[in-house]
């Protein structure tokens, strides 16, 4: 079982990255896929979530409106479009698999998901 993530980097206040998460070696397409983010010394925290069709989306209030969670289910991988990034998201995101398959209500707690990535260091400088 493999949740790899990547895309993550350094970047200036006010530009963008696109994370991707390309999983492996279980169903991918009938389950919801979450990212979150951790800080050291912080509990990882929900950032958003897509449902198995894609046509649901859930995000953190912090990051509505400036990132955009989208996948492809023919690729198996989940992407985190981020833009007009600020220093507070600096982070080591994750992307995770949903518990349950064909859910259609999105949540933002950790215990709804199982399968979680190793994550990918995204640094933004002000």
């Known amino acids: 079982v493999q949740l790899q993530a990547f895309g993550g980097g350094l970047v200036q206040a006010g530009g963008s990255l696109r994370l991707s998460c390309l999983v492996s070696?279980?169903?991918?397409?009938?389950?919801?896929m979450g990212w979150f983010r951790q800080v050291p010394g912080k509990e990882r925290e929900f950032v958003s979530a897509?449902?198995?069709?894609?046509?649901?989306?859930y995000y953190q209030d912090s990051v509505e409106g400036r990132f955009t969670i989208s996948r492809d289910n023919a690729k198996n991988t989940v992407y985190l479009q981020m833009n007009s990034l600020v220093p507070e998201d600096t982070a080591r995101y994750y992307c995770?698999?949903?518990?349950?398959?064909?859910?259609?209500?999105?949540?933002?707690?950790?215990?709804?998901?199982?399968?979680w990535g190793q994550g990918t260091l995204v640094t933004v400088s002000s």
């Open positions: 995770a698999r949903y518990r349950r398959p064909y859910v259609s209500n999105l949540k933002s707690g950790r215990t709804e998901y199982d399968y």
């Open positions: 897509i449902g198995w069709r894609g046509t649901r989306t």
């Open positions: 070696g279980i169903t991918f397409r009938d389950y919801a």
